[in-house]
T-cell receptor
Framework: NAGVTQTPKFRILKIGQSMTLQCTQDMNHNYMYWYRQDPGMGLKLIYYSVGAGITDKGEVPNGYNVSRSTTEDFPLRLELAAPSQTSVYFC????????????FGSGTRLTVV | RKEVEQDPGPFNVPEGATVAFNCTYSNSASQSFFWYRQDCRKEPKLLMSVYSSGNEDGRFTAQLNRASQYISLLIRDSKLSDSATYLCVVIKAAGNKLTFGGGTRVLVKP
């Protein structure tokens, strides 16, 4: 099992550009999450999904969009990138009943210049 | 006030020594608590859950104090490999959303 796979690992965007961060899990987990982590800070929840076709906003959703068309995939879309979106983005998944048992992807380091 | 607060450290610990640090949470209805470990530039990984009665996992001991709304992590016989950032994680009464503290950085030195 690959677990949670995130692509790309690194990306530099210019202000105003758009991109999609990909996240795929092969554990048949219902719950998936997107977090961002700024340098020296904790993780902040951007969006989450409790199952295919269902998404909801987290703590810091502005400037982002998500979709969950399949159980496996949970892409995060950045529209009109801004320097404030420079961060490390982590995708995570969890099966029902595994409270706290998040499996994280290895992260995407995004720089907006 | 932040939902989950931690002393950012760093805690500089001699190899073999014991280190302990706390995490406070603001929501008294919080139900589940965890410690995650995050190495530099890596993803967080679950270290241990925190149970009401306290629990140990090898050199690591976690405690929960609901009355004062904090959890603690104690590391005995510190190893160089224990150097990392330790994230306190809380789940509220409903749902499966985890709230992370800012992390406590621990540096174990020879």
């Amino acid at each position: 099992n690959a677990g949670v796979t995130q692509t790309p690992k690194f990306r530099i965007l210019k202000i105003g550009q758009s991109m999609t961060l990909q996240c795929t899990q092969d554990m048949n987990h219902n719950y998936m999450y997107w977090y961002r982590q700024d340098p020296g800070m904790g993780l902040k929840l951007i969006y989450y999904s409790v199952g295919a076709g269902i998404t909801d906003k987290g703590e810091v959703p502005n400037g982002y969009n998500v979709s969950r068309s399949t159980t496996e995939d949970f892409p995060l879309r950045l529209e009109l990138a801004a320097p404030s979106q420079t961060s490390v983005y982590f995708c995570a998944s969890m099966g029902g009943g595994q409270h706290g048992g998040y499996t994280f992807g290895s992260g995407t380091r995004l720089t907006v210049v | 006030r932040k939902e989950v607060e931690q002393d950012p450290g760093p805690f500089n610990v001699p190899e073999g020594a014991t280190v302990a640090f706390n995490c406070t949470y603001s929501n008294s209805a919080s139900q589940s608590f965890f410690w995650y470990r995050q190495d530099c530039r890596k993803e967080p990984k679950l270290l241990m859950s925190v149970y009401s009665s306290g629990n140990e996992d090898g050199r690591f001991t976690a405690q929960l104090n609901r009355a004062s709304q904090y959890i603690s992590l104690l590391i005995r016989d510190s190893k160089l490999s224990d150097s990392a950032t330790y994230l306190c994680v809380v789940i509220k009464a409903a749902g499966n959303k985890l709230t992370f503290g800012g992390g406590t950085r621990v540096l174990v030195k020879p």
